[in-house]
């Protein structure tokens, strides 16, 4: 008896999800009504982003600020790669890439920067200049466009700081930029360039909403998928420190140990292993 009453708890459970993940799916009486939200139920819902807390100034007894990159070539990784191919997808699901970039075009997200300290922002124009490029030859023209499969991995700005108030080390991502191959290079077999470059910097709490909406499938569960914000916010992801600011202009890692990548990957682990420890020598003092 118990065995059945707990069979019937998860069935519910897990229909409840579903429905959750496909919206109106089990209500609607034609298919393009699939997906869409009653107002009730959205009212219902009250769906946001976490509110960040505010941080005073004063509270912050230390942080560092750091630049990281995320491979897209690993595995853990992969979530804000896939999809790639969308013809044969709902409309709900998209990669990283396609969420930011559409949100840009349509405007909900409004600035858009040339780096990731937000000195100047770039048009729509200047945009499409890095991702799309027409290669005339003779009477015929070849477009070449950066789109998801181009893209190898993202650039993130973040700051570690210590809360006093809460007693804890924490971390507040502030930037993304997707990282991909020079356009023009594209489709040039003759040049082989390796080169990942910074498309377009975001500041990051300004694309909240928008990553909020958009889920990412859950491999260990369909009914309850996650958004890119959780993923983000929680640090879901592998990455290597590229650099920290300093003293030398903030300069990369590769600036001053060149030529050998498992002394930079050595270094990213030092400067990793120093914020870490940071917590305990605070609890220490």
Do not use: C
């Amino acid at each position: 008896m118990i065995r059945k009453h707990f069979y019937t708890v998860v069935i519910a459970l897990l229909a409840s999800g579903y429905m959750g993940a496909q919206a109106n799916l089990l209500n609607a009486t034609q298919v393009d009504q699939i997906g869409k939200k009653t107002a009730e139920k959205i009212a219902a819902d009250n769906d946001a982003p976490l509110a960040y807390g505010f941080i005073d100034d004063r509270d912050i007894l230390w942080s560092k600020v750091v630049w990281e990159f995320v491979d897209l070539n690993q595995k853990i990784n992969l979530p804000y790669y896939f999809p790639i191919d969308t013809t044969n997808i709902s409309n709900d699901r998209r990669s990283l890439f396609d969420t930011l970039l559409k949100a840009v075009r349509k405007g909900d997200i409004e600035n858009v920067y040339s780096d990731s300290f937000f000195t100047s922002k770039v048009t729509k124009a200047e945009i499409d200049e890095k991702l799309i490029n027409v290669r005339t030859s003779g009477n015929f023209a070849d477009t070449f466009r950066i789109q998801t499969q181009d893209i190898e991995g993202y650039m993130i700005k973040g700051m570690w700081y210590f809360d006093k108030r809460q007693g804890e080390l924490k971390y507040r991502l502030l930037a993304i930029a997707p990282m991909g191959k020079d356009v023009l290079t594209l489709g040039l077999p003759d040049i082989e360039d390796d080169e990942l470059y910074e498309l377009f910097w975001i500041f990051y709490p300004e694309a909240r909403e928008v990553l909020h909406d958009a889920k990412v499938f859950n491999p260990k569960n369909a009914s309850q998928p996650i958004s890119f914000d959780h993923l983000l916010n929680a640090r879901r992801f592998s990455s290597v420190i590229i650099r920290e600011e300093n003293i030398y202009g903030n300069r990369k890692i590769a600036d001053y140990i060149r030529g050998n990548a498992l002394f930079q990957l050595l270094e990213a682990d030092r400067i990793k292993e120093n914020i870490r420890d940071r917590e305990i020598d605070m609890w220490n003092y």
